[in-house]
């Protein structure tokens, strides 16, 4: 069964670094991209990049292009979203999201909550 | 960059259909993927490329696309479909995702 775990609620002040992880099981996991999809309070869901775990081949939305870093680690089955300087406007749930190539999120994670507060 | 339009929300009475449209330029070229999120909870996929079903969801869930508008229809509305509904494609040339804004479906 395809499942897709993503790490715990964080709570974190403005300036801090972050990285939230999303681990596959049930797939080959080096073989779909895996995305990162924000959804804001009250607001509708964005896009904000996708990796390929197989070779780290990455897009980033241009909204979120370098305000964040995607990565993998295919040897772990994850995959991670990265702030080196977090604002309060970060404050979301964060989807992570399985695909094969050009299609549609099939699979999607639990959710990661993010509050940047001070 | 490629912008899918949405209506804010859509309301029907029970056991109507509610059909719910995904704007775009061209976007009868493209495969559309619809999902559904109720609040609290992950995203779902109800509708892939443009008309398909996946395994486990109900067919009163459909849909079609045609010249700039890609549309999801739910026949016989239930109070459990009230949720919000995203369409989303992809754009082959970077490699991009896109959502549409959301539409609010209520069940009166």
């Known amino acids: 069964e395809v499942h897709l775990e993503q790490s715990g609620a964080e709570v974190k002040k403005p300036g801090e670094s972050l990285k939230i992880s999303c681990q596959g099981s049930g797939y080959d996991f080096a073989t779909y991209w895996i995305a990162w999809v924000r959804h804001m309070p009250g607001k509708g869901l964005e896009w904000m990049g996708i990796i390929y775990p197989g070779d780290s081949d990455t897009a980033y939305s241009p909204s979120f292009q370098g305000q964040v870093t995607i990565s993998a680690d295919k040897s772990v089955r994850a995959a991670y979203l990265e702030w080196s300087t977090l604002k309060a406007s970060d404050s979301a749930m964060y989807y992570c999201?399985?695909?094969?190539?050009?299609?549609?999120?099939?699979?999607w994670g639990q959710g990661t909550l993010v509050t940047v507060s001070s | 960059s490629y912008v899918l339009t949405q209506a804010p929300s859509v309301s029907v009475a029970p056991g109507q259909t509610a059909r719910i449209t995904c704007g775009g330029d061209n976007i009868g070229g493209r495969n559309v993927h619809w999902y559904q999120q109720k609040p609290g909870q992950a995203p779902v996929l109800v509708v892939y490329d443009s008309s398909d079903r996946p395994s486990g969801i109900p067919e009163r869930f459909s849909g079609s696309n045609s010249g700039n508008t890609a549309t999801l229809t739910i026949i016989g509305v239930e109070v459990g479909d009230e949720a919000d509904y995203f369409c989303q494609v992809w754009n082959p040339s970077n490699d991009h995702r896109v959502f549409g804004g959301g539409t609010k479906l209520t069940v009166l």
């Open positions: 999201a399985r695909a094969s190539s050009g299609g549609p999120f099939d699979f």
